[in-house]
């Protein structure tokens, strides 16, 4: 009986912890997205700058440098990579600069979906007609 008793004890145990991880995985999906979206958006600006991720000093990071970069004014042009920066390519490693700014948003809720990354990656109008749809408004 007591060796029953532990059994089921025991199953009953794993089948709560099970469903406890269950709830704790539907419920943080979301966030680990976003995260997975900031982290995304650090490897394209660590890919555009040629810079590593914790570029800066100790009060600052390569998506915290990116976007003041931009909010100085400064040209995307001077903030890519050197190595590879090739004249018929600006236009690209430009629209993947500002996407990984986009990407490392501090808001986590400003940050675009993985879908609309990609879709923004394969089909460079995808932006162009956002904008144009955005300054009808």
């Given amino acids: 009986m007591?060796?029953?008793?532990?059994?089921?004890?025991?199953?009953?145990?794993?089948?709560v912890l099970a469903e406890v991880q269950t709830l704790k995985y539907a419920h943080t999906t979301k966030v680990n997205e976003k995260t997975d979206i900031y982290?995304?958006?650090?490897?394209?600006?660590?890919?555009?700058?040629?810079?590593?991720?914790n570029y800066g000093?100790?009060?600052t990071y390569?998506?915290?440098?990116?976007?003041?970069?931009?909010?100085?004014g400064n040209p995307i042009v001077d903030a890519l990579d050197q190595e590879i920066k090739e004249v018929c390519y600006l236009d690209e490693m430009s629209r993947v600069f500002k996407l990984?700014?986009?990407?490392?948003s501090t808001p986590p809720a400003a940050r675009p979906s993985m879908k609309s990354v990609l879709e923004i990656l394969v089909?460079?109008?995808v932006i162009s007609q956002a904008k144009?749809?955005?300054s009808k408004f």
């Fill in 2 to 15: 007591i060796c029953n008793s532990r059994k089921f004890d025991q199953k009953l145990e794993k089948q």
């Fill in 39 to 53: 982290s995304f958006g650090v490897i394209l600006l660590e890919l555009t700058t040629g810079r590593e991720a």
């Fill in 57 to 59: 000093d100790e009060h």
């Fill in 62 to 72: 390569l998506s915290k440098w990116a976007w003041q970069y931009l909010q100085d």
């Fill in 100 to 104: 990984g700014i986009r990407c490392t």
């Fill in 123 to 125: 089909n460079p109008s």
């Fill in 132 to 134: 144009t749809a955005a």
